[in-house]
């Protein structure tokens, strides 16, 4: 079992740059794929960015593409999400989970999420 805690969130301006950091507890946390989703008040949770657990493959929402990328220490037990170029529609509570082999985007595959984050992104 894996437990996640998300940190970095805030309040920033359009064109800023923010780091997310998701700390993860265990043993093996090389073993677990790691995804970052977020959810807009109102809006469904979606899907932002994943990382395998060897840190060798990640993919990233398109709407993130260029502008967010994943990595991960796995020596301290970390995925972080550096995000630039910030928009106001990246406002949202930002969680990290393990999402599934077969599909990192797969929300319903997800599992272990963390307590969030808050990023609001002002105009």
């Known amino acids: 079992q894996v437990q996640l805690v998300e940190s970095g969130g805030g309040l920033v301006q359009a064109g800023d740059s923010l780091r997310l950091s998701c700390a993860a507890s265990?043993?093996?946390?090389?073993?677990?794929?790691i995804g970052w989703f977020r959810q807009a008040p109102g809006k469904e949770r979606e899907f932002v960015a994943a990382?395998?657990?060897?840190?060798?493959?990640?993919t990233h929402a398109d709407s993130v593409k260029g502008r967010f990328m994943i990595s991960r220490d796995n020596a301290k037990n970390t995925v972080l999400l550096q995000m630039n170029s910030l928009k106001p529609e990246d406002t949202a509570v930002y969680y990290c989970?393990?999402?599934?082999?077969?599909?990192?985007?797969?929300?319903?595959?997800?599992?272990?999420w963390g307590q969030g984050t808050q990023v609001t992104v002002s105009s």
């Open positions: 989970a393990v999402v599934a082999p077969y599909d990192y985007s797969d929300l319903g595959g997800a599992d272990y």
């Open positions: 265990g043993r093996t946390f090389s073993g677990y794929n």
């Open positions: 990382i395998s657990g060897s840190g060798g493959s990640t």
